[in-house]
């Protein structure tokens, strides 16, 4: 396997085996490809694989079938972000923070995910069971007792960062401010690259927020090598493991961010659906044993995981055209959960499906690690909500979704009221 990464990119798509291959008009951080989602649907739903010019040139996945093969073979489809900067889960890379294990290949990518499961598998994630159903049950009064309330602010936000801190480890001061420093950097990190932006003031406050959100996770470090706790990153710190604090640093920031950011602007999106479709919400009212097949296919149906990254590693068909090594491709999941080949009325969310194999979490190796807590938070939040506030509507008009859903497809704001 090569141990580095190419940064060549051909300055026209390259021949296939068959037939052309079609370029398209695609920008995955657009604000049109954010706002517009059916209407870009629908200009990739016949091209399985195609070729667009964005960002110096890259291939495109939106098949169910080809994105399962890209995401299972990091033989041939490298997740590897290097030293200075190339490949990685995003396109263009971002620059700064290394996303593991999300950013790296086998063995070492084995490695790190084995030290990870026994605090993800689904014993681990039944013992916090009781924790969440208080803290979420809170949470969720609150918002009743508000009457206006926000789905961004009070609850989305709230539930997996406050969950995720929580089981990390970070004192309870510190959550809020620090949730708020990675969103601060997160907001500005995909524009790393670009010259112009890296000198704006906008930059300069974000890399701030970075520098802080990272020194609040190198304390937490230190403090747990000296007196380990119940949490995660004193399961992390285990000298068995022999991991140094850079790993155990950008571990904890990738598992914030994994289990914070999407999961918010999946609640978002769910719970607007919701709102929107009265009688599967009064379905769900009625029978709450309906939750976790309404989980999944909000989760195949609005998902707020977008795009995942390869570096091509050897030539290799795909789909009829031919990738070259050096190649970037992106597979783009909202194409793959939307695949007619792969599901009946795509469109619809049905949770009479007698399958859902959507690929919400990813797939292959690299699958989300933290799928079943996800689970087990949507469960307790959804049950709360259509217990306590059942008849509860967004205003849409005042709504503000992100401009750019290059990574995450979900909410500025989104104002609602109880009743």
Not at 1 to 7: A, G, V
Request: aromatic share 8%.
């Amino acid at each position: 396997m090569p141990d580095t990464l190419s940064d060549t990119h051909p300055k026209d798509p390259p021949v296939t085996t068959t037939e052309s291959p079609a370029t398209l008009e695609f920008d995955h951080h657009a604000q049109h490809t954010s706002h517009n989602r059916d209407e870009v649907l629908a200009l990739v739903r016949e091209h399985p694989v195609f070729w667009t010019e964005s960002y110096g040139g890259h291939w495109v996945v939106t098949s169910h079938e080809l994105a399962k093969r890209v995401l299972r073979d990091y033989s041939v489809f490298s997740s590897r972000k290097t030293e200075d900067m190339k490949g990685g889960n995003t396109i263009p890379t971002v620059v700064g923070p290394r996303l593991i294990p999300a950013e790296a290949d086998p063995p070492y990518h084995r490695i790190l995910r084995k030290i990870l499961i026994p605090k993800f598998h689904k014993r681990a994630v039944d013992a916090l069971a009781p924790e969440l159903e208080t803290f979420i049950s809170g949470v969720i009064d609150e918002a009743v007792t508000k009457d206006h309330f926000d789905v961004v602010h009070d609850i989305a936000d709230r539930i997996p960062a406050g969950s995720m801190t929580m089981y990390l480890g970070f004192p309870e001061e510190q959550r809020v401010p620090f949730i708020r420093s990675v969103q601060a950097a997160l907001n500005v990190m995909p524009y790393a690259s670009d010259p112009e932006f890296a000198q704006s003031e906008a930059m300069q406050k974000g890399l701030a927020e970075f520098g802080n959100a990272v020194q609040v996770i190198n304390d937490l470090i230190a403090a747990r090598r000296s007196e380990p706790q119940d949490d995660l990153v004193s399961h992390l710190v285990n000298p068995d493991f022999e991991l140094d604090d850079e790993s155990v640093r950008w571990m904890t920031f990738t598992l914030l961010v994994g289990g914070a950011e999407n999961p918010a602007a999946m609640i978002g999106n769910s719970l607007l659906h919701l709102a929107q479709d009265t009688a599967l919400r009064s379905r769900l009212a009625a029978d709450h044993s309906l939750i976790p097949q309404a989980c999944e296919e909000l989760l195949r149906q609005t998902s707020s995981a977008v795009s995942l990254a390869r570096n091509v590693l050897c030539d290799v068909e795909v789909g009829g055209v031919t990738m070259h090594a050096g190649d970037r491709v992106l597979v783009w999941l909202p194409g793959a959960n939307r695949d007619h080949r792969a599901f009946e009325r795509p469109e619809e969310v049905d949770i009479d499906r007698s399958s859902c194999p959507h690929i919400a979490f990813g797939d292959g190796p690299h699958v989300c690690i933290g799928a079943g807590l996800f689970r087990l938070w949507f469960e307790i939040m959804l049950r709360e909500i259509l217990v306590k506030m059942p008849n509860y509507t967004v205003d849409l008009d005042r709504a503000e979704r992100f401009d750019d859903a290059s990574t995450m497809w979900g909410w500025r704001t989104m104002p609602a009221r109880v009743s």
